[in-house]
């Protein structure tokens, strides 16, 4: 089961964060396009993601629904047939939303930076310090924060939730498990 580290934002000035991001980079960025289905689950979120080139991956994850630095935990499952695998899960469980994004990916270090053009929302900065073995919650919070920091983001622009969530209309205090 992997780990990270997950801070999600606004984007108020796209031109500016990209600017902020490519500095701060290993290399040059990477552009994917993604269409994430997800699932009616009891617990955590379970969607199919799908890439333009007929790709895909299952991925089951659960994160506490906060602003600021939160600890993910996930398992991902390569689907090399995602049409047939997304028809079973949608007859089984039953389709929650689906969320459709641009995705601009630039690494920095241990952590990939998204710059998420999603559709229906608007963009948005995704970060994930992907944990270590060994390595501890704090560890890996404190690297966002400093990433948050220097990318220019304000406590304000912070989000809770994904954006199945934002797209739901989401508030803390209003998601039940399931649909």
Known sequence: MGRNIEIKARSRDV???????????????????????????????????????????????????????KQSTYVRSPAVEPDSLKAGLAAALGVRAVVKKRRTVFLVGQTRVHLDEVEGLGNFMELEVVLRTGQTEAEGAMIAQKIISDLGIEQSDLVTGAYVDLLAGYTPNKRTAGC
């Open 15 to 69: 031109v500016a964060l990209t600017r902020a991001a490519a500095k701060l980079a290993d290399g040059p960025p990477a552009l994917i396009m993604q269409e994430d289905t997800f699932f009616c689950v009891p617990r955590g979120r379970l969607k199919l993601r799908e890439f333009g080139d007929g790709r895909g991956e299952l991925i089951q994850y659960e994160r506490q629904d906060s602003s600021g630095p």
